[in-house]
């Protein structure tokens, strides 16, 4: 499985950015899609995760409300559209897949199999 993220740059405060990983894989079945975010110095967090066959969602609580990730069957492609961004927002972000069958622990890094190689976001104030 191959993760390729892309989508982040450079955004003032209370803007938007979609970033988007494609997925290399042959049957995605029920594999679970993560987003993490690492800022500077700190710890590999979770951001949220899509269970591929039914869309289920669940956000980390800095996310909710501001953060929604979504799924596209036939690119394939997960993507995370993040609006009203702010500084602490900032971090490499990673997507992340979990093979089936999936962990429990989906807010757990180390319950993902693959990762993207990360995308910048930087947001300034």
């Known amino acids: 499985v191959q993760l390729q993220a892309s989508g982040g740059g450079l955004v003032q405060a209370g803007n938007s950015l979609r970033l988007s990983c494609e997925v290399s894989?042959?049957?995605?079945?029920?594999?679970?899609m993560g987003w993490f975010r690492q800022a500077p110095g700190k710890e590999r967090e979770f951001v949220g995760c899509?269970?591929?066959?039914?869309?289920?969602?669940d956000y980390a609580h800095s996310a909710k409300g501001r953060f929604t990730i979504s799924r596209d069957n036939a690119k394939p492609t997960v993507y995370l559209q993040m609006n009203n961004l702010e500084p602490e927002d900032t971090a490499v972000y990673y997507c992340?897949?979990?093979?089936?069958?999936?962990?429990?622990?989906?807010?757990?890094?180390?319950?993902?199999?693959?990762w993207g190689q990360g995308t910048l976001v930087t947001v300034s104030s």
């Open positions: 899509v269970l591929w066959s039914s869309g289920s969602v």
């Open positions: 894989v042959r049957t995605f079945g029920d594999y679970r």
């Open positions: 992340a897949a979990d093979s089936p069958p999936v962990n429990i622990h989906y807010a757990n890094p180390g319950s993902y199999e693959y």
